[in-house]
């Protein structure tokens, strides 16, 4: 990847293929080829060690910034005709005699970005339910208040947003495949803040602190 900056951020999806007793470990290993700014080809690898656990403890176990992160960019790459980005199917009910298929590959129509995205999200909670038996709303972590609402962000964003000008959706996903961590949230979801009454930068600093 050519020009990368300090403001560029990546994602990407690792998958085991083989089973894995639970209690052990699997080393993740991941290799960077780079030029530095005196033309010296430099190598940098990254060893992540990551436990098997069960299925409850790795749904438990979400962070909602890199998730809505990964989900945001893999949508906006989805877009792109020439990314060549490969999911499986997801299907999902959203009613009781109402089922929907939905891909998040580059060769899928928008209206099947957006029900594979609706589908992930479906599906993640409704296992995350079974296995800590939960009867109610209620009983959800913070957090996954928050993923819902990042991930709503993400579906009425300007990615998947229908109607929108062509300028606008490109712009927007050019920032999206630029920023990561807190900022790609903030593009997301901005807070707004009502500032009729404020008179000073003061007021205004006081105000989004």
Not at 7 to 25: E, M, P, R, T, V
Not at 28 to 37: D, E, H, R, S, V
Not at 60 to 77: C, D, E, Q, R, Y
Not at 163 to 186: P, T
């Amino acid at each position: 990847i050519g020009h990368c900056s300090v403001d560029q951020s990546f994602a990407c999806q690792l998958k085991y293929l083989k089973d894995q007793q639970q209690g052990n470990y699997v080393y993740f290993q991941m290799c960077f080829f780079y030029t530095t700014k005196n033309q010296q080809r430099k190598v940098r690898v990254c060893t992540k060690r990551a436990r098997v656990e069960s299925q409850l403890a790795f749904l438990s176990s979400l962070s909602v910034i890199p998730t809505i992160g990964l989900l945001a960019k893999k949508t906006s790459f989805s877009m792109m005709k020439n990314t060549q980005i490969q999911s499986t199917s997801v299907s999902f009910a959203y009613d009781q005699n109402i089922a929907s298929t939905g891909s998040m590959s580059s060769n899928a129509s928008i209206e099947q970005i957006q029900k594979s995205l609706l589908g992930m999200s479906c599906l993640f909670f409704k296992n995350y339910c079974k296995y800590s038996k939960f009867q109610h709303l209620n009983q959800f972590a913070p957090k996954f208040h928050e993923l819902l609402c990042f991930v709503f962000a993400l579906y009425k964003s300007p990615i998947l947003k229908p109607n929108v000008k062509i300028d606008e959706r490109a712009a927007f996903m050019s920032q999206v495949e630029f920023v990561g961590g807190q900022s790609l949230v903030n593009l997301l979801y901005p807070v707004l803040v009502n500032i009729d009454n404020v008179r000073t930068r003061a007021e205004v600093k006081n105000i989004t602190q």
